[in-house]
């Protein structure tokens, strides 16, 4: 037991550092072609901060662990709204665009019922992931035009202030990320199954908390630091972003490989929870177009009461 705990703190710490150089090197990386912090936040560090997910999920998928996969997604999804907005709203108060309340959010509503909808005959099976896939890509498109809409003449002078030199290493850093969130993503799963099933607690369990938390701290340290620096853009981009991916993404790429069981409990718990968590945050948005500090107690006491409950 003790061995296992070792190598999942292990794997958590091989998921941290890998995510932590793939979202510094895919930002800088993007940065060096004068693309929009917003867009940045929804699509490069919103798909590098999912990757943890992805991993994790997909190792978890080819063993068999559907609970663990969809537990994962679905923990990660409500830990990026209530634990990462949260603690970011707490520590640097954020204005949200209108733009992001009346678009972004909405797809992020969007993607989570579509996947309600999917899981209600309690499998996400391959057509799913192939429409899920298909999805993802017409999110992609729609960011794509929005950044070519919305380009301003300050990012098109600041071009040629742009340092292009580091691109060489922006991509070494990449690299270096996505093998140690592989690395990562393994030790995690290969000691999660076995904690829990020496504990005799579920996979589900260890999905939605353990996992989740731990495949959800490159968000956390995105947007805190985005926030501390007064990009709100970029923090409250990548948690939206991550979400849409990792149930886009995520999802739609292991159901592809091997289609995913979705549990009663699942389907009757924690699917309506991110949906519930997805509503609040665009009606706490709505207020004020602002996530204060007020915003950000009530989404950290939402979430650790949806902690507390498993533990209790």
């Known amino acids: 037991m003790l061995i296992a705990i070792l190598t999942l703190l292990f794997g958590l710490l091989l998921l941290y550092l890998g995510a932590e150089y793939l979202v510094k090197g895919s930002s800088s990386f993007a940065l060096s072609f004068g693309i929009r ?13 999912s990757m943890p997910e992805m991993m ?15 537990g ?36 992020m509503l969007f993607a989570s019922g579509v996947v309600f909808l999917m899981a209600l005959d309690g499998e996400l099976g391959r057509f799913d992931g192939l429409l899920l896939v298909l999805g993802l890509i017409l999110f992609l498109g729609y960011c794509f035009v929005s950044s070519r809409k919305k380009k301003s003449v300050e990012m098109m002078i600041s071009q040629d202030k742009i340092d292009h ?10 690299l270096g990320g996505i093998v140690g969130l592989g690395i990562g993503a393994e030790l995690m799963v290969r000691s999660a ?48 972003g991550s979400n849409i991916f990792n149930l886009f993404f995520v999802l739609g790429c292991c159901a592809l490989v091997a289609p995913i069981r979705i549990d009663l409990g699942i389907l009757h718990h924690e699917l309506p929870l991110m949906l519930v968590f997805s509503v609040a945050l665009w009606l706490l948005v709505m207020r004020r177009l602002r996530l204060g500090r007020t915003e950000g107690v009530l989404l950290l006491l939402a979430y650790v009461v949806f902690i507390s409950f498993y533990f209790i």
Not at 83 to 94: D, K
Request: hydrophobic share 55%; glycine share 8%.
């Open 37 to 49: 912090p917003l867009v940045i936040g929804m699509t490069i560090v919103a798909l590098a901060t």
């Open 56 to 70: 994790v999920s997909l190792a978890a998928v080819i063993k068999k662990s559907s609970d663990l996969a969809a």
């Open 72 to 107: 994962n997604v679905i923990g990660s999804n409500i830990a990026n709204i209530g634990l990462i907005l949260g603690t970011t709203a707490l520590l640097a108060p954020m204005t949200v665009a209108r733009s992001t309340l009346i678009r972004e959010i909405p797809i």
């Open 165 to 174: 030199s580091h691109r060489r290493r922006d991509l070494l850093l990449i």
């Open 193 to 240: 199954v076995f904690i829990a099933r020496d504990l005799g607690v579920s996979d589900l369990v260890v999905g939605v908390t353990v996992v989740a938390l731990g495949t959800s701290l490159p968000e956390l340290a995105a947007s805190t630091v985005s926030a501390w620096k007064g990009e709100a853009d970029l923090s409250v981009g990548n948690v939206i």
